[in-house]
């Protein structure tokens, strides 16, 4: 029997040591499919410090990667993307990289008719917004666009939080070119598949049909075996070159720890931490920069902070964090996509003075919000399997393909 080929192109390049949440996703679900029956062959991108690690061949997956850091190529991709980067009225909001779409589209068209695949899964919203063009070369093809996150609301959330009249009025144009872009590109796939149910139905109300969700992969730390006692260690984690990121963690210093006891300490965890959060270390407030692993943070820590200020879709940070029965302090943007109850299975927070609220009440009464964060474990044991996701991944994939 002929085995089923599947073209995988994706915005970032999957392997095993890979560090962000999305890539991770991507990773688990490529290599799984890599043990069954299908041909695959992946298409992405990479910087330079990536291509020794890359690790498809190991696996027996095809691959065709560019390198964004190759010195001509770095080039020409800011003169091809000028227009991208300072026009409001790009047609896709300012979110599709021209360098990047140029080259899969030159890809694709220079395939030969013996690799037609079956399947294109198109990873990642920027890499979506090609699904028309890809389509029309590819017309046999059965079409597939994974949903990290739903690129226009997160558009939306930045909107919400600019203060700038002119800036937000720009970032306004931008948002209703993406979402138009967004929403219409979904319309061409076969399949779409987000990481959320909330994300589902937002698709879902805006007109997509055959929306499906797909449980991210994330590091669980089930079995941490987490202090009964309370420590006073605050922990936030995740890449500090990203800047939803750095600035909760800033958020967080300057409007609620500055105002704590003596007693707490906070540690912020990532890699490439930007010097105006490195200025803030000291006795009281850790900047660990990329560490091995987490495990032995949340071990000791009496909870876990994430104030985040923008972004979209569910968060791998919470879901591993909340995996360990840390308690979770968090807002409806951190919490997104996640089925817990406020004072149930976390503690919800949006103003400094609800996080200094929650604080004060763990420092006094741990043993209630050992048992909180404890509900927040099960809730994620219960609802987040991704063994079970790829299973069904899998089968849509193969019986649908053609």
């Not at 919203?125 to 079409?143: M, W, Y």
Request: glycine share 4%.
């Amino acid at each position: 029997m002929k085995r089923k080929k599947i073209l995988w192109i994706s915005r970032y390049v999957a392997y095993d040591t890979v560090r962000h949440a999305g890539g991770q996703n991507f990773n688990y679900y490529l290599k799984q499919m890599s043990k069954e029956d299908f041909d695959i062959c992946m298409v992405a991108f990479c910087n330079k410090e990536e291509i020794q690690r890359i690790d498809s061949e190991k696996y027996g997956i095809k691959s065709h990667v560019f390198c964004m850091e190759d010195e001509y190529a770095h080039l020409k991709q800011k003169y091809i993307n000028l227009e991208v980067r300072y026009s409001p009225f790009n047609r896709h909001g300012n979110f599709c990289d021209n360098y990047v779409a140029k080259k899969i589209l030159k890809y694709t068209k220079n395939l030969k008719s013996c690799d037609y695949p079956d399947v294109v899964i198109l990873h990642w919203t920027e890499i979506g917004l090609l699904a028309f063009e890809i389509k029309r070369l590819l017309p046999n093809s059965r079409l597939i666009i994974i949903e990290e996150d739903v690129a226009f609301l997160g558009l939306q959330r930045s909107v919400n939080n600019t203060k700038s009249l002119f800036l937000k009025s720009l970032k306004r144009i931008k948002y209703s070119r993406l979402k138009k872009a967004e929403v219409k590109q979904l319309s061409y796939a076969d399949e779409v598949f987000t990481t959320n149910y909330k994300d589902r139905d937002l698709l879902v109300m805006n007109g997509i049909k055959r929306v499906n969700v797909l449980s991210s992969y994330y590091y669980s730390m089930s079995h941490t075996e987490r202090e009964r006692i309370f420590t006073g260690k605050i922990i936030f984690f995740g890449a500090m070159n990203r800047e939803e990121n750095y600035k909760a963690a800033l958020w967080f210093i300057e409007r609620v720890f500055v105002r704590l006891n003596e007693n707490w300490e906070f540690f912020v965890i990532g890699n490439k931490p930007p010097e105006e959060l490195m200025k803030y270390k000291s006795s009281k407030i850790h900047i660990t920069g990329f560490v091995d692993t987490v495990d032995s943070f949340f071990e000791q820590a009496s909870c876990f902070v994430a104030p985040l200020l923008t972004g979209a879709g569910i968060k791998i940070k919470i879901l591993e964090a909340m995996s360990s029965g840390t308690p979770i302090l968090t807002n409806s943007i951190g919490i997104e996509g996640i089925p817990a109850k406020d004072r149930e299975s976390y503690f919800h927070c949006d103003t400094p003075e609800d996080y200094m609220l929650v604080l004060n009440e763990i420092e006094r009464n741990y043993g209630e919000a050992y048992r909180i964060g404890m509900n927040g474990k099960k809730i994620i044991r219960n609802n987040f399997n991704y063994e079970n996701s790829f299973k069904r991944f899998r089968q849509i994939v193969c019986d649908g393909a053609k």
